[in-house]
Every structure is written in structure tokens, then in C-alpha cells.
């Protein structure tokens, strides 16, 4: 072999060792460029499931507060609207304790109070049962006494004892009252 063979072999040699030196370090970088955009997308992963889990901690506390609040003051306003019949209630005492207060003027008051308070609890869904004159319904209404009154139809309410009360349709205390037998 001749010096110039000699030097193209070395050439080629160094070349070939070149080509496999960077054909091995491609893959080592693409492999370590793989691992680091693979570890990144985990770490990232990984934050956005602590958040993750860090909000529904915080929305279960929040809404946790939001339920306790609400059974708290679930009767605020019913409390509010009840204020107004115990100002009626002490208007009426006051006049009652008055020297020129008559019995006519107290039960006045005492029929205002009572209108200002059912219609208060009209306002939240509870209405009077007053059966007077109606049949007689054993679920909203509870016999007292059975009076023989061969005039008036059977079975019929004659007198309510102590009315009776509904909340939004359901019973909530049924009315006493006497029955014609």
C-alpha cells in the first residue's frame, strides 16, 4: 500500500469512527432529551394533581361553611318577620297597662296582633285549619268529642277546640275539634 492508500484508509477509518461515534451519541442525546421532556411532563403532571386535589380540599371546606351558615340562619328571616308580631305583642301591653284602656280597645289590639301574626306565617308557608261546618278528616283533623245533634249532617266538624296548622301542604298540628255524631 502506498502512502496516500495509507492516509485514505486512515481517512475513512477516522470518518467511519466519526460517523459511529455520533451515531451513538444521537441516540444517547435524543434517549436523554426523551428522559428530560418525560421527567418535566410527570413534575408537571404531578403539580397540576396537587392543585387538583388542593381545590376540592378547599371547595369541600368552603361548601362545608356554606351548610353550616345556612342551618345557622336558615330562620333569619322568619325570626325578622316574628319581630313584628312581638312589637304588636308589647304595643298591646302597653295600652292594656294604660288607665283609659278599655276591654274594647284591648281586644281590638288582640285581634290586630293576631292578624299581624297569621299573616306572618302565611308568608312562610303555614295556614290555619279551621274546619268549622266541614266533614270531618281524620289526617288533618282530631275528634275531641262526638255530640248527637239529629239537625246538623253527621260527621260534620261543629266546633274547633284548638286550631289546627299546616307547613307548605304537610300537617304540622291537626285540629281539635268536636264532631256531630
Known amino acids: 500500500m502506498t502512502k496516500k492508500q495509507d492516509q485514505d484508509e486512515s481517512v475513512e477509518k477516522i470518518d467511519d469512527e466519526n460517523i459511529e461515534a455520533t451515531e451513538q451519541e444521537a441516540p444517547e442525546?435524543?434517549?436523554?432529551?426523551?428522559?428530560?421532556?418525560?421527567?418535566?411532563?410527570?413534575?408537571?403532571?404531578?403539580?397540576?394533581?396537587?392543585?387538583?386535589?388542593?381545590?376540592?380540599?378547599?371547595?369541600?371546606?368552603?361548601?362545608?361553611?356554606?351548610?353550616?351558615?345556612?342551618?345557622?340562619?336558615?330562620?333569619?328571616?322568619?325570626?325578622?318577620?316574628?319581630l313584628e308580631v312581638k312589637d304588636s305583642l308589647t304595643m298591646g301591653l302597653k295600652t292594656a297597662q294604660d288607665d283609659n284602656a278599655s276591654v274594647d280597645s284591648i281586644t281590638e289590639g288582640l285581634e290586630m296582633t293576631d292578624k299581624v301574626f297569621l299573616s306572618t306565617l302565611e308568608k312562610f308557608g303555614v295556614e290555619l285549619l279551621n274546619p268549622t261546618g266541614e266533614a270531618f278528616n281524620p289526617e288533618f283533623h282530631?275528634?275531641?268529642?262526638?255530640?248527637?245533634?239529629?239537625?246538623?249532617?253527621?260527621?260534620?266538624?261543629?266546633?274547633?277546640?284548638?286550631?289546627?296548622?299546616?307547613?307548605?301542604?304537610?300537617?304540622v298540628r291537626p285540629a281539635m275539634v268536636v264532631v256531630v255524631q
Not at 44 to 71: G, I, S, T
Open 29 to 82: 442525546d435524543d434517549l436523554a432529551t426523551q428522559l428530560e421532556t418525560a421527567q418535566q411532563s410527570a413534575k408537571d403532571n404531578w403539580d397540576k394533581v396537587l392543585r387538583a386535589q388542593a381545590e376540592m380540599e378547599n371547595l369541600k371546606r368552603r361548601n362545608a361553611k356554606d351548610l353550616e351558615n345556612a342551618h345557622k340562619f336558615a330562620l333569619d328571616g322568619f325570626v325578622k318577620a316574628l
Open 142 to 171: 282530631e275528634a275531641v268529642t262526638m255530640i248527637p245533634m239529629p239537625d246538623k249532617e253527621s260527621n260534620s266538624v261543629l266546633e274547633v277546640v284548638q286550631h289546627g296548622f299546616t307547613l307548605n301542604g304537610r300537617l
